[in-house]
């Protein structure tokens, strides 16, 4: 870290280096086993130089991707080797589960110099890593400044832009000119300035955010016109202890590469760049896909064993309870099916297609909710939508399954029982698939991972007891 003239901002410094040529890929974009091997073998022999050869060019993506192949062992053994030359940024390219794993086994005089490399978003994720101990040794270690930027990030929520938020920015005063800030990139080039931004944030003395000047308008402008003049006043930003969720959907809806960071008092903190807000993108697509399978989404490939086999129970165990339920209403129906096989073979194709149907309505709602598209104020449109959806595909699927039956059994009598039944499922499934993750939102429960066994029951109970009922009444009546 280091600090831009003006304010005394706090700036980070980011390097990238290419990749060696040594490193040879596999099909998936990671290093092949035998890359592999070479490393595990030089750590093994406590090589120091051959794990440089090997590792010390590497883009810190692709060393991210190494450690994650790498043996538990292996994995601190090569920061070690690496010494100063380690890039504390490739442990930003691994899971929590990797990360933490290498931490842990890390003299504290290594991670504070890992530390004092890294842009500030990325030295609290490594500090929120830590036991409360060893993050308070790691703090009290880091000189005063760096240690009161870290530690005010460190008091926002998790989660939220705060924590998020990279101290990288260039701050000036109102007065300045164009010409005076091209002035300053020019002096303190390669020294001071960060390797990469898009904007001059302009501020009083209070450090309040006046507005933002982007460096396109500051080279259009004439050398004399002051800041207030060309700056944007009205600048899109967020609040420190906003949740970087709803951050990531502003740079979605408005398309920004970076936006400033502001406290309660309107006073710059920080500035949030789209290659943080890609992470925070990625990792909500990832919980919802996880949680819409029942899978912890904190549950990574690297986990224990165990604790995946825990994690995952509880939401088999809820699937298990809300199948005897489905088991019960097939139970009541115990004469009918041992009367007419058909109706055993046929009843799963009922339940299935509508489970399937409420499956699709319930993953576009549940993502739906996610963005803030489905709100109260058109939710009502939106069921109506899904119910008629629902209504023209239990038509459609209700003709085809009814013929198909009839004929598969030579029974005219199952066409209309197919039909009626599969049209009364799939309005079910797509009335359920919408109703029950709205209600989960409305009490605040996470739709994506609740939703699931609530919505297969709906679907299993109507369809086994739509269908088995319209049954009988049919063939009572024929």
């Known amino acids: 870290m280091s600090l831009v003239a003006g304010f005394g901002m706090p700036l980070d410094h980011e390097e990238t280096t290419p990749s060696a040529e040594g490193f040879r890929e596999d099909g998936g974009g990671g ?18 130089s051959r794990v440089h050869e090997l590792v010390g060019g590497l883009h810190e993506a692709d060393v991210g991707a190494l450690l994650e192949r790498l043996s538990h062992e292996a994995r601190p053994r090569l920061v070690e080797l690496m010494g ?37 978003d990325d030295a609290v994720a490594i500090l929120e ?13 880091l000189p005063a400044q760096e240690r009161i930027v870290l530690r005010r990030s460190l008091d926002y929520p998790e989660d939220s832009a705060g924590r998020l938020m990279q101290t990288t920015l260039i701050a000036v005063p109102p007065f ?8 300053f990139f020019r002096e303190t080039e390669g020294e001071e300035l960060p390797d990469s931004f898009f904007e001059v944030f302009v501020v009083d003395p209070g450090y309040h955010l006046l507005g933002t000047v982007f460096l396109d308008a500051l080279v259009r402008a004439r050398p004399d016109a002051r800041l207030d003049e060309i700056m944007q006043a009205d600048r899109r930003r967020v609040k420190a202890t906003e949740d970087g969720a709803e951050a990531a959907r502003l740079f979605e809806r408005y398309n920004l590469v970076s936006v400033p960071v502001v406290d309660g008092s309107e006073r710059l903190v920080g500035v949030l760049t789209i290659d943080d807000i890609v992470d925070v993108i990625q990792e909500q697509a990832s919980e919802e896909i996880k949680a819409l399978g029942g899978v ?5 490939l690297t986990d224990d064993f165990w604790w995946i086999a825990r994690s995952r129970f509880a939401w088999l165990f809820i699937n298990m309870l809300t199948a005897f339920i489905t088991s019960t209403v097939l139970k009541s129906f115990q004469s009918q099916l041992e009367q007419m096989v058909a109706l055993a073979v046929l009843g799963p194709i009922i339940a299935g297609q509508g489970g399937n149907s409420a499956t699709q309505t319930m993953t576009v709602a549940v993502r739906a909710l996610a963005t803030r598209e489905l709100n ?13 959806i629902g209504a023209v595909n239990g038509a459609a699927f209700g003709l085809v399954t009814g013929v198909v039956a009839a004929n598969w059994f030579q029974n005219v009598g199952l066409l ?12 079910a499934g797509a009335f359920g698939g919408i109703v029950v993750p709205l209600i989960f939102d409305r009490f605040k429960f996470d739709p994506a991972v609740s939703s699931g066994p609530f919505v297969t029951t709906i679907t299993d ?9 319209i049954a009988s009444i049919w063939f009572h009546l024929g």
């Not at 890593?129 to 270690?141: F, I, K, R, S, T």
């Open 296 to 300: 912890n989404p904190e549950e990574e």
């Open 129 to 141: 890593a830590l036991e409360p101990e060893e993050q308070d040794e790691v703090l009290d270690a």
């Open 416 to 427: 209309p029982v197919m039909a009626l039944a599969m049209f009364t499922n799939l309005v």
């Open 376 to 388: 109260r104020s058109n939710a009502l449109k939106i069921i109506f939508r899904e119910l008629a």
């Open 31 to 48: 290093p092949d086993a035998d890359f592999v091997f070479e490393v595990e073998a030089a750590i093994a022999l406590g090589d120091s």
């Open 461 to 469: 109970v109507v369809g086994y007891g739509a269908f088995l009922t």
């Open 84 to 120: 100063a030359d380690f890039d504390f940024t490739a442990l930003m390219e691994v899971g929590e589960a990797t990360r933490e794993d290498i931490l842990e086994e890390l003299p504290v005089e290594t991670l504070v110099e890992g530390v004092r490399e890294l842009e500030s």
């Open 176 to 183: 300045w000119t164009a010409g005076r800030v091209l002035d």
